[in-house]
């Protein structure tokens, strides 16, 4: 009876030890006017690297891809996981901010607009640019940021989500190019995932990529800060 009450006692610890970001996703909600899921978040921070360029967003929706476990009568083999490959838009399009669209469980077309909004607020609040604006933009643009959702993955048993995600960027002296592989537990404790609904998985997928994509935007721009006053104001530095 001690070892059973010494082991639920260490399981109400751990249940109490919930991190900033489990507390962050559990109080969202989406926007009244615009349905934005993630329009309250941030990573937080001060600006460090901040410049007078301008900058343009672009994004390219991929695949999307669901995981499920069923298992079907007396099948010996237990539970099966299956990998549904989602047609649409399985051939990639640049795309510029739908008014409505939605995808369900899956991390689709809709929820990656919202992320690309709200790099965009987060750029701005950092100060790493000027202006952030979607393609199209009629402003000079000194960089170029695009961001290809190759393959968004759903696990609808479990509540996790794995993004793969390149990031290009163009306007220093040379271009930068780099592909991540986010998944929404990676900062959650086994606790918090056990109490993670697909909303809150989302929400910590798009903080995940946002800290891993932002510190390298700013790098970037860092090491050419000696081209973003002329490319910020339209000029160029060879005449």
Known sequence: MKSVIMILSATLIVGCATSDQHKLVSKIKPDPLTGDPYFDLSIGGVPTITS?????LGLTSGEYKIIFETTKGDHKDGPKTLLLPVTMRQNRTTVVFPEKHRSGGSFGLHDQCSFLTLLQTELSRLKVFKNVTVVGSSLAI??????????????????YYILFVTMNITGGKDSFSKTYRVHSNSK??????????????????VLNLLEAVIPDIQAYVAANSTLKDDKATGLDSNN
Not at 142 to 159: C, G, L, M, P
Request: net charge positive; aromatic share 10%; glycine share 0%.
């Open 52 to 56: 007078d360029a301008n900058a343009s």
């Open 142 to 159: 000194a960089y170029d940021i695009e961001i290809d959702f190759t393959r968004t993955v759903w696990n609808s048993k479990h509540q």
């Open 188 to 205: 959650a404790t086994k606790t918090e995932q056990l109490f993670t609904n697909a909303r809150m998985a989302k929400a910590k997928a």
